[in-house]
């Protein structure tokens, strides 16, 4: 099974194993769609378009089904294991999560934690659902789009929370730093597909096609080497990068978050098919919260490299942000969300030109009509500008995409 590559078989067997007294926990989700775009080759089947669905999809899709299973291992150490499966994936069912967690109990205010497996860094507002789904639209900002498709951490995690609440204090801060591996590929499917706003998650052993462009024929491609898609958690150049995050909350008013992100990739390491890209980021998050109202925002900028020193092959800087307002109404959720977004081609190769910039506007609403069941409505439009449109399949660059969906969601 090829997620014995990621070097961590005893850590997933200790959380799959379950024993006589251990307190655990099953949980589900399904998620059924009606879909209509009008995206005339989404990138999912080798396209260039920002939608996770096309024109020539069905219009009856299985979005997302979930199945999460957390054990108590003892007063402070726990594991957590998800699964996930939709269509469009070349493998029906992926891990998305599976950690290890130690928290030892507090005797003041400062509490300590550890966690040990795969797990996303935490730098999401929207995707705090089951499943890394969003608790508000249907899709994710481009942002966390990006971070489902290409961004896990297979590693170690350390942080410590400072708990106002326990003495009476209205602050509550929070930190911690991750040293992991098995994420060299990460910036590929950014630089060559693009951002697009979804909401699919990437699973541990799965490839994501690459768009069909001449860049990768095997003969007369500039990337004739590169696989036809990636594999964005593996192991290239044996090197181990981190992250570091810190946040500020106040009640529940108010919180701001900060995260330094670092892969230290070796951009000249080419290992089966698949380079090692040097990624870094810097990212900002605020959420602000008042009664029935929150409104969320993120921006994040960085840079992704890839090829041989001194004059690398490619090289991009890529940003973007967003705004989300959503306002509760009993039952109802009303949400709306703009995202921008650049990649800016800075190494100057006439046959892979990778400069895009655009935006995307997701209007939604939410009906939880039952303790296990919601119905939601969403339209997403989606325009960008892309040069490799024009200048290697001879199409106009820039496109404007609309998605129209409807769910119907169970969870267990």
């Known amino acids: 099974m090829k997620i014995k590559t990621f070097g961590f078989p005893l850590l997933l067997t200790v959380i799959s194993c379950s024993s006589y007294g251990f307190e655990q926990e099953w949980h589900g989700l399904l998620d059924a769609r009606v879909i209509n775009s009008n995206s ?3 990138w999912l089947n080798n396209g260039l378009d ?8 069905s219009a009856l899709q299985l979005g997302q089904a979930v199945l ?12 957590h294991i998800w699964l996930n499966g939709y269509d469009h994936r070349n493998k029906g069912v992926g891990l998305g999560e599976a950690f290890v967690k130690w928290r030892p109990i507090p005797n003041s205010a400062w509490r300590w934690q550890s966690r040990v497996g795969m797990f996303f860094p935490e730098l999401s507002l929207e995707n705090t659902g089951l499943g890394w789904t969003s608790d508000y639209l249907i899709s994710s900002s481009a942002i966390n789009t990006w971070v489902g498709e290409e961004l896990r951490t297979l590693g170690a995690e350390i942080g410590v929370h400072y708990d106002g609440a326990r003495v009476g204090s209205p602050h509550d801060w929070r930190a911690s730093a ?9 910036g590929g499917l950014l630089s060559w597909r693009g951002w697009t706003v979804g909401d699919r998650i990437t699973s541990s052993w799965e490839r994501v096609p690459f768009p069909d462009l001449p860049i990768f024929d095997e003969n007369n491609g500039f990337w004739g080497g590169q696989m036809r898609g990636i594999e964005p958690f593996r192991e290239i150049d044996n090197k181990t990068g981190y992250y570091a995050n810190l946040s500020y909350q106040y009640l529940d008013l108010i919180s701001v978050t900060a995260m330094h992100y670092d892969n230290r990739g070796d951009p000249e390491a080419f290992v089966s098919g698949q380079w090692a890209w040097n990624t870094t980021f810097n990212h900002l998050g605020l959420r602000g919260h008042y009664q029935n109202t929150t409104l969320l925002a993120q921006y994040m900028k960085g840079q992704t490299i890839m090829g041989f020193v001194p004059f690398y092959d490619l090289v991009v800087d890529y ?3 967003y705004v989300l307002l959503s306002q509760q109404v ?7 969300r703009y995202d921008k977004f650049w990649l800016d081609d800075l190494d100057g190769k006439a046959p892979d030109p990778n400069q895009e910039y655009g935006d995307a506007l997701a209007i939604g609403w939410r009906w939880a009509f039952c303790k296990n069941m919601d119905v939601s409505a969403e339209w997403l439009r989606q325009q960008s500008d892309r040069d490799a449109r024009q200048d290697l399949l001879q199409q106009e660059a820039e496109r404007s995409e609309d998605l129209w969906q409807g769910r119907l969601r169970w969870w267990f």
């Open 40 to 42: 005339e080759q989404s």
């Open 50 to 57: 920002k939608q996770r669905f096309d024109q020539n999809d």
């Open 68 to 79: 999460d299973y957390h054990a108590e291992l003892t007063d402070t150490i726990n594991s």
């Open 178 to 186: 991750a040293a992991f591996r098995w994420n060299d590929p990460a």
């Open 319 to 321: 940003r973007s942000w």
């Open 330 to 336: 009993g039952a109802h959720q009303f949400n709306i």
